[in-house]
């Protein structure tokens, strides 16, 4: 079974760091745990076991009227006290942690089996530890009783507590860190994307670390360039295709009052005509769709109105439309779009059979249809041809058109955030798509 690494870099690079975090925690509770717990808890032992047994000595090695004073210095100078066992004290249990339970460990390899703990008798608070005065008395047992606060009592946990406290804060730390980071890349993302559908998007905040400076101003010095580029191509193309028209007139004109058969007449005619429309697609193509708003539009009104004017024309065309709700979009670009689409059902696909176009509603999007049974496309060939200037290869032999129909739609399409796609109908033919958002 695959791990289900997560793909955005923000998340990537936040569990790397929380996974090293991690690693390192765990790390340093065995060095700690190795090297300061067990040590201390044998220091404390050593130190335990060393007052036991001195106390012992000194009270086996005095008399009755020397203990009394032992036992008064050893509560006024070091806070220790002496209380004999009884069977029926009410004796407190110590807590019950690592490091006591190592310490009670120690004790009783050291003492003896029968050590005990305790951390209260009789309900007098501290830390006692039972012990035989005299071994040839196994009986004659006593408690001695250390300050508490002689006595470590937070083991491991505790600093556990206090490593997670600390990984969590640190973990919030790396999270805004890698967002700072991964932010701008984001911002950077969503710019190219609309450059990539042919809009010019805001500047990118040039704030942040050195390389996302860069990074920032070297995509706006590329936008501006891409935005002045398009504009000089736009122009260029606008006024070669406009100083093109005049001299065609001209020659339509002449051919018109030349006296030629009328075969010749109509044949340099079409000629003129496939001209003209190539100019048109020049400047369609250099016309900037977004300076159009998009506004409300009632799509099957908008839809009958194309058909009809195809119609008009001669041309054999159905429509099926559902009923929709008015729509915003650019209604001279999307009528330029699907004209294109229909002028190329008619081209290849020939006067004789119908063109069937639809208006649908799929979930979350409309669907215009254009339907042909032409000849198609190959499905390895769709992509290819929504660039500009591109034909089949067995159409340039008789190539007409100047092959930019299928990419002015495409950058209409995805000026609507939507898409186009040429798919192949059901019985022969060509079904050309235009998606919308709904």
Known sequence: MRFPWPQTLLWRTFLLIALLMGLSLFAWFQIYNQFAIKPRTRQTAQMLVSVVNLTRAALLA????????????LISIEGIRIYPAEPSDLVTPVEDSELIRNLSTELRQRLGPSTRLASAIEGQPGFYISFILDTEVP?????LMIPAERVPHRGVAGWIGWGIATGLLSLVGAYLLVFGITRPLKALEQAARKVGQGELPPPLTERGSREIVAVASAFNQMSRDLTQLESDRALILAGVSHDLRTPLSRLRLGIELSGASSDDVSA???????????????LDFARDAQAEMAEPCDLSAFMNDIVEAYRRRGLQITLHSDALPPHAVRAHSLRRAIANLIDNAWRYAGEELPIELALTREGAQLNIDVADRGPGIPPDQ?????????RLEEARSNARGSGLGLAIVERIARLHDGSLELLPRPGGGLLARISLPA
Request: net charge negative; no cysteine.
């Open 62 to 73: 005095s008399d009755a009227n020397q203990q009394t004073a032992l036992l008064r210095n």
């Open 139 to 143: 009986d004659d047992q006593y408690w």
């Open 268 to 282: 340099m005619g079409e000629d003129i005509d496939e001209m003209d429309r190539i100019i048109g697609q020049f």
């Open 382 to 390: 769709v992509e290819r041809l929504k660039r500009p200037f591109t």
